[in-house]
């Protein structure tokens, strides 16, 4: 008898079906995006699909780079990486000390305090730098932890998603796009 897991709506001991599963819901998310922003294209173009490719850089700063690498780190069970990640750089651009406390303490039981229910792999410096810092936040405060879950990602997560069939199907999907509209 196979186990569902309720978070990921599918079978978890098929790699199949959850792969697809995924894929249905970054299908959705793009339909539904579509349908709100008929003005503007909301689908991820095949120039940008294959940017993608060129760097972890060029994937976070699309929008729809930034959810498929989700949805594939989801599938993988890391995606607190990238979640990590763009709280980070939310939490950057705060100027009050109000927000840097209230939200750097968040990020902190979140991502950062051992036991953390998304706890990130951290070296102990970096962990301690950070909580010694809590009580006096700056914008900075995160930017050590988050450049190293950067390179994590960059040298593991990144070079599996480009080799995964989830970006090899969405680079067939955006080039048969193209085609589609051009004929």
């Known amino acids: 008898m196979a186990f569902t897991d ?4 599918c079978t978890s001991d098929k790699k199949g079906i959850r792969r697809k599963s995924w894929k249905n819901r970054f299908t959705l998310l ?7 922003m ?3 294209p909301s ?7 294959l940017r ?3 760097s972890l850089d060029h994937l976070l700063s699309h929008k ?3 959810a498929a690498f989700f949805v594939f780190l989801k599938s993988e069970f ?4 990238i979640e990590f990640w763009s709280k980070c750089e939310e939490y950057r651009t705060l100027s009050s000390r109000k927000d840097l406390e209230s939200r750097g303490n968040s990020i902190y039981q979140e991502f950062v305090c051992s036991e953390a229910p998304k706890e990130i792999n951290l070296d102990y410096q970096t962990r301690n730098a950070i909580t010694q810092n809590l009580e006096e936040p700056s914008p900075l405060l995160f930017v050590q932890a988050q450049r190293k879950v950067y390179s994590l990602m ?3 997560a990144y070079p599996r998603f480009l080799q995964s069939n989830f970006y090899k199907d969405l680079c067939s999907t955006a080039k048969g796009e193209t085609k589609h509209v051009m004929t």
């Open 6 to 9: 309720p978070s990921t709506d």
């Open 30 to 36: 793009l339909k539904k995006n579509t349908r709100l």
């Open 38 to 40: 008929k003005n503007k």
């Open 43 to 49: 689908r991820p173009s095949t120039d940008d699909v």
């Open 52 to 54: 993608w490719g060129q």
């Open 64 to 66: 729809y780079g930034k």
């Open 78 to 81: 890391c995606e607190e990486n």
């Open 154 to 156: 960059e040298n593991n």
